[in-house]
Nanobody, 117 residues
């Protein structure tokens, strides 16, 4: 059974940084495309950043140049380094894994990030 466990969220002031981590188990991590999404209230989840199994990265326009996604396949972990945080970055951040062979999607339970102004 695939499990994704996020950590690293918290309450920070605008301009500060946070680093999120997501540890995967029950899957062949190296063949997963890994992404971070965020959700505010009842709104739809927004894709923030993706790192493919070939280490190609993409970002949403709102976080480009401030956030950095990376992965450590040896530790089955994906990271999201968030710098220069803004109040609009507030939300629940979810880790997502896409198995590139089976096309199955898996989700973590999320970690709360709150940025005060």
């Amino acid at each position: 059974q695939v499990q994704l466990v996020e950590s690293g969220g918290g309450l920070v002031q605008a301009g500060e940084s946070l680093r999120l981590s997501c540890v995967a188990s029950g899957t062949i991590f190296s063949i997963n495309d890994m992404s971070w999404y965020r959700q505010v209230g009842g709104k739809e989840r927004e894709l923030v950043a993706t790192i493919t199994h070939t280490h190609t990265t993409t970002y949403s326009a709102s976080v480009k140049d401030r956030f950095a996604i990376s992965r450590d396949n040896a530790k089955n972990t994906v990271f999201l380094q968030m710098n220069s945080l803004k109040p609009e970055d507030t939300g629940v951040y979810y880790c997502n894994a896409l198995d590139v062979l089976t096309k199955e999607n898996f989700w973590g339970r999320g970690t709360q990030v709150t940025v005060s102004s």
